[in-house]
Nanobody
Framework: QVQLLESGGGLVQAGGSLRLSCVAS????????TAWVRQAPGKEREIVAA????????YYADSVKGRFTISRDMVKNTVYLQMNSLKPEDTAVYYC?????????????????WGQGTQVTVSS
């Protein structure tokens, strides 16, 4: 079992920045693929960014490329999502998800473990 706890969400004006953190506990998190997934009201969940176990490979949705950066700190068992130039359409609940053990970069929603989510609201 892997437990995931997100933090860092909040209210920010358009053009601002936030950094989300996802701290993992349980099994060896360093061998897991991880992603940030968001869900806006009335919309389906979508993968925003994903990272493989070593951090050598990443994936970004087209809507966030050039604005968001995913990274991981294996010592701290933490995955981050740096979000810059935020837009009102980025408003959503952001979830951290993990799958593994695996060496793959997982770009679908087929993750085994999910956090509770953190709300991000971007005002215009």
């Amino acid at each position: 079992q892997v437990q995931l706890l997100e933090s860092g969400g909040g209210l920010v004006q358009a053009g601002g920045s936030l950094r989300l953190s996802c701290v993992a506990s349980g099994r060896t998190f360093s061998s897991y693929a991880t992603a940030w997934v968001r869900q806006a009201p009335g919309k389906e969940r979508e993968i925003v960014a994903a990272i493989n176990w070593s951090g050598s490979r990443t994936y970004y949705a087209d809507s966030v490329k050039g604005r968001f950066t995913i990274s991981r700190d294996m010592v701290k068992n933490t995955v981050y999502l740096q979000m810059n130039s935020l837009k009102p359409e980025d408003t959503a609940v952001y979830y951290c998800a993990a799958d593994g053990p695996t060496t793959a970069l997982v770009t679908t929603l087929k993750y085994d473990y999910w956090g509770q989510g953190t709300q991000v609201t971007v005002s215009s």
